[in-house]
């Protein structure tokens, strides 16, 4: 498995944007599908946007399309989820997940990715 580590959460206002990192170590993230979750408090994880491990297939929540996109920077090892045009519905605990080879499903769910990282709070007020 591949270890992840989320970064880039914050606190900002309805209408800014966020670029969430996901960075991996141990192994060459390139060759894996990552997909974002979040979990708003008191509610499910829910899914936000896919990629495949080539990149050419991606997918995004009703919710986030038009608005979030994936991005890769393999010669860092990360991948990225620029948000723009933020909701205070957006407000939740980001997670990348990840999985060696792995491509897009038509409904993206948890069970898809088997590698996680711990989150990023992103808090988005009116």
């Known amino acids: 498995q591949v270890q992840l580590v989320e970064s880039g959460g914050g606190l900002v206002q309805a209408g800014d944007s966020l670029r969430l990192s996901c960075a991996a170590s141990g192994r060459t993230f390139s060759t894996y599908a990552v997909g974002w979750f979040r979990q708003a408090p008191g509610k499910e994880r829910e899914f936000v946007a896919a990629?495949?491990?080539?990149?050419?297939?991606?997918a995004y929540a009703d919710s986030v399309k038009g608005r979030f996109t994936v991005s890769r920077d393999s010669a860092k090892n990360t991948r990225y989820l620029q948000m723009n045009s933020l909701k205070p519905e957006d407000t939740a605990v980001y997670y990348c997940?990840?999985?060696?080879?792995?491509?897009?499903?038509?409904?993206?769910?948890?069970?898809?990715?088997?590698?996680w990282g711990q989150g990023t709070q992103v808090t988005v007020s009116s």
């Open positions: 997940a990840a999985r060696l080879y792995g491509g897009v499903s038509l409904r993206p769910s948890e069970r898809d990715y088997d590698s």
């Open positions: 990629s495949s491990w080539s990149g050419s297939n991606t």
